[in-house]
């Protein structure tokens, strides 16, 4: 087992977001955690990445473990720099007055003088070639597919090992959006493990290995892809019937 939540519970000041949340996600896999607006999803990614309140709530009970250690006491950049987990954040967040290598090589600070960076860099090129065909552009004047390639394309110059999803589709037009799916389903099948949230939770459930549904911060349905997709409660409410 790779990442372990067990029994979490996290706050926004007086407010419990997450009421005992346990879930696991084993090495190699694609798992997609699926669930109507405020149901804790981005809540869920922003306490592995150990993110400090206000932009993530406060643990008050349970433990999030990676490869056996406990996050509850890691220091976000030691979550990317030691650990090699990285966010994509919902929304993207890029820097937009800086061009797509400046992003990139933004990435690759905490890696020191790695030889391997120019590789990464390469093989980032090879799956977005739009990014390469811009590489010098300012990110800001991106398409928004444009800039979600971008936003993965940083992931992953952090030299990860675990990769957080969230929202990849938003407002991406549906060839954009099957197209940053099967990137993603490639990437997996060289190695790396994925957890996404997704409201497309059609699509998510094509491309996952399991899910877990989430609704007002707890799980109420989990399973396989093939299981969730067929089952009446969730086709009814997430899959339009």
């Known amino acids: 087992m790779l990442l372990?939540?067990?029994?979490l519970k996290v706050r926004y000041g007086n407010i419990e977001a997450l009421h005992g949340l346990t879930f696991h996600v084993n090495e190699g896999e694609i798992v997609t955690l699926i669930g109507a607006n405020g149901a804790g999803?981005?809540?869920?990614?922003?306490s592995i990445m150990r993110l400090p309140p206000p932009e993530a709530p406060r643990v008050s009970a349970g433990d999030i473990t990676?490869?056996?250690?406990?996050?509850?006491?890691?220091?976000?950049?030691?979550?990317?720099?030691?650990?090699?987990?990285?966010?994509?954040?919902?929304?993207?967040?890029?820097?937009?007055?800086?061009?797509?290598?400046?992003?990139?090589m933004l990435a690759t600070y905490s890696r020191g003088s790695d030889p391997a960076i120019g590789k990464d860099l390469d093989r980032i090129f090879d799956l977005?070639?739009?990014?390469?065909?811009?590489?010098?552009?300012?990110?800001?004047?991106l398409s928004g597919g444009e800039q979600q390639m971008l936003a993965v394309g940083r992931a992953?110059?952090?030299?990860?090992?675990?990769?957080?999803?969230?929202?990849?589709?938003?407002?991406?037009?549906p060839l954009l959006m099957y197209e940053m799916f099967r990137t993603l389903k490639q990437l997996n099948r060289e190695g790396l493990t994925i957890v996404v949230v997704e409201q497309n939770a059609r699509l998510a459930l094509q491309v996952a290995d399991r899910g877990y549904v989430l609704d007002t911060g707890e799980i109420v349905a989990e399973g396989s892809s093939e299981q969730?997709?067929?089952?009446?409660?969730?086709?009814k409410a997430y899959l339009g019937g």
């Open 41 to 46: 999803k981005s809540t869920t990614l922003k």
């Open 128 to 141: 977005f070639p739009r990014l390469a065909e811009r590489r010098d552009q300012r990110s800001d004047t």
């Open 228 to 235: 969730l997709a067929s089952d009446p409660e969730v086709k």
């Open 66 to 104: 990676y490869k056996g250690q406990s996050l509850l006491n890691v220091e976000p950049h030691d979550v990317v720099r030691k650990l090699r987990i990285a966010l994509v954040p919902e929304g993207r967040h890029i820097f937009g007055n800086l061009s797509v290598m400046e992003n990139l």
């Open 4 to 7: 372990s939540i067990d029994n």
């Open 156 to 173: 992953l110059m952090t030299n990860c090992e675990l990769l957080l999803l969230d929202e990849p589709s938003m407002g991406l037009a």
